[in-house]
């Protein structure tokens, strides 16, 4: 047996060109404040090249996956190295993503699955609360558990790659498309939620990859070809242009958190950062993610994000996804042309050694080798029976086992999605006894998708309950309980009457039931989704912050005949709340965001007080869109060249936007309601002595060879003639024992390499450390804690309930007037009282300097806070930061 089965045909893109691209910038500075000093990016901003791409070193927790993958690459050959960076093709494996065996060394094609919420394109899986509703939860072990069960089940349909957590977008603009796939636009509490969700993944035995690196905040233009088959006039993607103080302090942050907790892998973004791809930026990958952060994994392109061969290995791209260069074209950038590059030596040795050095060690550090469970699913298929090998249309037979992995988790995600529920309004109407005597529900969102729960292809469209939103972040509904369901349950066992009606335009009959009702509860959403979907108008990104079909006037309606109306939005984000909110007769408002299959189960929990609403909103609720500061570039600005998205606002995104401006939020970031309620005092910070920050200094060992690439003679390297080659299968063979021939190129070697390869790029000599690095997550010293706050929460009212205190610090000077940077869920007995406890460490308390490019402690005084919500903080004392 060889390599995977091989096809190495049709190499368009030549090896030696595709460098141009990965040097799209090369202005001298560091990636600071723009040209005129300030926060903010300019028009055309451009992105420092740093080369040589960071090699492996084992530092943190890795030291012993290293040394294994040291050992397994070791033995590999070149073609097996660059089969194992390389996916198949679209469409050519089972999963969404594979890459080529090893089967010389017993290593399967690893198999690469979405997504953030749970297994997507199979069957007999959970669907979990997306992530930017248990980023409500505010509850580290949320968080954790539901990433451990998500991986659990991932391993058990035998996938290798979970391609979830999300925290990219971060959700600079309320109508990101995909902000719900993340946890929080603050980048404290989406740092916390994905390390905790990284380490359930990877304790559960499959790699996790954090996504989307970086800046990939809307959907509109983030690849050229989708916003042409829109019909928009643009030859290449959107740049997010930002400087390096926002970049460090906001949209980088949770992504450190993510390495420090040992995420496996990175996918880097279909956008452009400061106009050079994310897939070939060199000052992202190499610099700041495998020089600052210390990150020991590996990153995967975007499906379809790499956009050079040559270019995008240098600038520390190590997989790429799904292998092919444009879906089903049989053309890749790496593949064969890796082969060649490596053999041609425009791409060093010792750079495909750390690819496969990376891989191989993410998937030793989460004990991949400890697990048997071969693939049982295939992704392109539910039927049981199919092509093993879809995209070529070869070997049909059994493919899917319909394994069940669901376990006993549908209790923990209807627990989940109920803890993560928040009530904004309450005029002392919930919890409902169940004793009303006449319940009506309203709006499609109560009710069932007609064409049921997996009616939409990757749940695009917004008909019945909205549980989780479109595009590769879903997973197929096991079931789907509907909030309709669940009441009428709860109703019916306590002998009342209930009556739904889920159309929300039948205003007659609508006002007739209204007027009947004790109470009315009205179900209402606001969809959004991935770029590839467009539903009603909305190209991924919503159009507008308003809710959809007709969710105002269906409330205005009921209100108009019922004094006591529930209103519950399903949404992926904020909506504005203006047409009903102060409404007298709207007596309950709550923000269930996007609850996974046991949607209604879960609300009824809450409605019916079975579960105390704890929840805190992870974002802002405003009151115009306006208001946020910022909005999704909706028409191309850059003639046919990539649209330019400018981060003008720096750090003041969400709370810190309306902070600064002074604008007051509707429901703040924080804020959330209890059946009972809290008091906070006694407020106290401990300083402890850690001794002064020390930059990291020193160098590197030089890049380490391994593989057994001795055999580098091309007869050797071609496509073996005892192997079969599957149509559009992307393979690792050379097409010639030509090298010229091989490369599909007619000016191969012709080129001068010193205008196309960055200078140092191939240099594997030891290289300087990155002063604010030094280990994964960045240098160490950033992790001390400078001090501990206690304050004491009291549950001063009749139930017991949790309650989620909030550490707020203001860093003075420029920085935000408060940014999160602590919190913690206590559940409180009624008359008791908790402390709370939060440490702030170094990095908590420290700004990004440009100039040394390092943390630094400031000298403008801070002050800590500490309550229930953003605007909401009673207790507060100045911190004494000096060391
Ligand atoms: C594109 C999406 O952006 C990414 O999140 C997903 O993992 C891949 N497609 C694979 O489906």
Known sequence: MWLTQALATCVAVAARVQLAAAQASSSADAASTNSSGRPGAEFGQTSPPFYPSPWMDGS???????????????????????????????????????????????????????????????????????????????????WYERGYQMGMEFRGKGIDIQLGPAIGPLGRMPEGGRNWEGFSPDPYLSGVAVAQTVKGIQDAGVIATTKHYIMNEQEHFRQAPEAVDYGY??????????????????????????????????????????????????????????????????????????????????????????????????????????????????????????????????YYFVGRDRTSIPANFNAWTLDTMGFEHPAAEADYGLVNQHVDVRANHARTIREHAARSTVLM???????????????????????????????????????????????????????????????????????????????????????????????????????????????????????????????????DTVTSQCNNTIVVIQSTGPVLLGSFNDNPNVTALLWMGLAGEQAGN??????????????????????????????????????????????????????????????????????????????????????????????????????????????????????????????????????????????????????????YIPPGARDGGAQPRIPAGGAPGGNPLLYDVMFTVRATVSNTGPRVGEEVPQLYVSLGGDAPPRVLRGFDRLSIQPGRSATFVADLTRRDVSNWDTVSQNWVITDAPKTVFVGPSSRDLPLSQELDVSV
């Open 60 to 142: 943190g927790t890795w030291g012993e996956a290293y040394e294994k993958a040291q050992d397994f690459v070791s033995q590999m050959t070149l073609l097996e190295k660059v089969n194992l960076t390389t996916g198949v093709g679209w469409m050519s494996e089972g999963c969404v993503g594979n890459v080529g065996s090893v089967p010389r060394l017993g290593l399967h094609s690893l198999c690469l699955e979405d997504g953030p919420l749970g297994i997507r394109s199979t069957d007999y899986n959970s669907a979990f609360p997306a992530g930017g509703t248990v980023g409500a939860s505010w509850d580290r072990g949320v």
């Open 233 to 362: 006039n643009i030859s290449e993607s959107l740049s997010s242009n930002i400087d390096d103080t926002t970049l460090h302090e906001t949209y980088l942050w949770p992504f450190a958190d993510a390495v420090r907790a040992g995420t496996g892998a990175i996918m880097c973004s279909y956008n452009q950062i400061n106009n050079s791809y994310g897939c070939q930026n060199s000052h992202l990958m190499n610099y700041i993610l495998k020089g600052e952060l210390g990150f020991q994994g590996f990153v995967m392109s975007d499906w379809q994000a790499q956009h050079s061969g040559v270019g995008s290995a240098l600038a520390g791209l190590d997989m790429s996804m799904p292998g092919d260069t444009l879906f089903n074209t049989g053309n890749t950038f790496w593949g064969t042309n890796l082969t060649l590059s490596v053999l041609n030596g425009t791409v060093p040795e010792w750079r495909l050694d750390d690819m496969a050095t990376r891989i191989m060690a993410a």
């Open 425 to 555: 309004k309450n005029s002392g109407v919930l919890p409902l006894s169940g004793e009303e005597k006449f319940t009506a529900v309203f709006g499609d969102n109560a009710g069932a998708n007609p064409k049921g729960p997996n009616g939409c292809d990757d749940r695009g469209c917004d008909n019945g309950t909205l549980a989780m939103a479109w595009g590769s972040g879903t997973a197929n509904f096991p079931y789907l309980v509907t909030p309709l369901t669940a009441i009428q349950n709860e109703v019916l066992g306590n002998g009342g009457i209930i009556q739904g009606m889920t159309d929300n335009f039948a205003y007659d009959e609508m006002t007739a039931l209204a007027s009947q009702s004790s109470v009315s509860i009205v179900f209402v959403s606001a969809d959004s989704g991935e770029g590839f979907i467009s539903v009603d108008g909305n190209e991924g990104d919503r159009k507008n912050l308003t809710l959809w079909q007709g969710g105002e006037e269906m409330i």
């Open 602 to 755: 879960s609300i009824a929990d809450v409605l019916y007080g079975r579960v105390n609403p704890g929840g805190k909103l992870p974002f802002t609720f405003g009151a115009e869109r306006s208001d946020w500061g910022t909005n999704v570039l909706y028409e191309p600005n850059n003639g046919l060249g990539a649209p330019q998205q400018q981060f003008t606002e720096g750090n003041f995104i969400d709370y810190r936007a309306f902070d600064r401006a002074g604008i007051d939020p509707t429901y703040e970031f924080g804020f959330g309601l209890s059946y009972t309620t809290f008091e906070y005092s006694d407020l106290t910070v401990t300083k402890h002595d850690v001794g002064p920050y020390a930059p990291t200094t020193g160098e590197t060992a030089p890049a380490p060879v391994l593989g057994n690439d001795s055999d580098t003679d091309p007869a050797d390297l071609v496509f073996p003639d005892d192997i079969r080659r599957l149509p559009l299968y992307i393979y690792p063979y050379l097409n010639s024992t030509d090298l010229e021939a091989s490369s599909g190129e007619e000016e191969y070697g012709t080129a001068d390499e010193d205008a």
